[in-house]
């Protein structure tokens, strides 16, 4: 497992499309004030921590897991009430959102926009991705980081996570 590691962590992704324009570096600076390095640390923009769901104690370390004792609010449904659930969702690298999609650990949301969007936390909230079957509305709790800045500040940061 561990040469498995070395060899996927080896790999490189393929260049991103988009230009590490004014914009984008505005949204690195947004990035580092909002203390995103915090969980999502470069190089690899991720610590490779586990954060805790609702219902885990953030102190308990099982096995070897590195334990990052900080909430987001995810839906705790897939970390708690599934066959390999653990109680904890691991930090995912922000390298290559630029061709990735369906963000979220449920694949609930399709693009930055909307995970910027604090509708997303309503009930009346029409996922733009995975919604569950039989389900038309309902929110997409969790991660309000980013939430409360101005939609230029919004835009900064996207074409700054695009370019990773």
Same mark, same amino acid.
């Given at each position: 497992m561990y040469a498995l590691a070395l060899y996927l962590y080896s790999l490189e992704q393929p260049a991103s499309p988009h230009p590490l324009?004014?914009?984008a570096r505005r949204g690195g600076e947004i990035f580092a004030r909002e203390g995103c390095p915090d969980c999502h640390t470069p190089p690899?923009?991720?610590s490779n921590e586990v954060v805790p769901v609702d219902g885990v104690d953030a102190g308990a370390r099982p096995g070897r897991l590195d334990v990052l004792p900080r909430r987001v609010?995810?839906?705790s449904s897939l970390a708690l009430r599934t066959r390999k659930g653990t109680?904890?969702? !691991?930090i995912p690298?922000?390298?290559? /959102?630029?061709?990735?999609?369906?963000y979220e650990h449920s694949g609930s949301v399709s693009s930055l926009e909307d995970w910027f969007d604090p509708r997303r936390l309503r009930d009346d909230y029409?996922?733009?991705g995975f919604r569950g079957r039989g389900v038309a509305r309902r929110a997409v709790p969790g991660h309000r980081f980013g939430l409360g800045l101005d939609a230029e500040? !919004?835009?900064a940061?996207?074409?700054? /996570?695009r370019t990773l």
């Open positions: 324009d004014e914009r690899l923009y991720t609010g995810t839906d109680g904890y969702y !691991k690298t922000l390298r290559g /959102l630029w061709y990735r999609g369906l029409v996922p733009t500040e !919004k835009q940061l996207i074409a700054f /996570l």
